[in-house]
């Protein structure tokens, strides 16, 4: 339930940023999702495999569908992947709207119909 709500929450953040720099929304708004869940993928496989190596009779045992110390760590981790991607995103759409303002030039002589 709780990967729900950071799933609606990074799919907003990305689309909220895709709206600011005019790009789509939900082109972006999946990359956070995807983003997020690739991230729990490889945090839990890389812990089930570490698990597996040295403890080989616990993983029959485990059970990860609760609130577990694995699954709010994961959680933690993979909020600050998006966070981090968001970030260079963002770094990137602010160069691209220094180095374009060509665009702002041919917005001068346009008005707007009412």
């Known amino acids: 339930m709780m990967s729900i709500f950071i799933l609606i929450g990074a799919y907003r953040y990305y689309a909220g940023l895709a709206e600011r720099f005019g790009k789509t929304k939900w082109h972006f708004g999946l990359l956070g999702i995807g983003i997020y869940l690739g991230f729990q993928v490889v945090f839990l496989l890389s812990y089930g495999f ?10 029959e045992h ?14 933690i981790f993979a909020i600050i992947a998006v966070w981090g991607v968001y970030q260079l995103l963002e770094k ?20 707007e119909n009412p």
């Open 50 to 59: 570490y698990l597996g190596f040295t403890n080989p009779g616990s993983v």
């Open 62 to 75: 485990n059970n990860y569908s609760g609130f577990t110390w694995v699954n709010v760590l994961s959680w």
């Open 92 to 111: 990137k759409f602010k160069k691209e709207n220094i180095q374009k303002p060509s665009l702002e030039i041919e917005e001068i002589g346009m008005k």
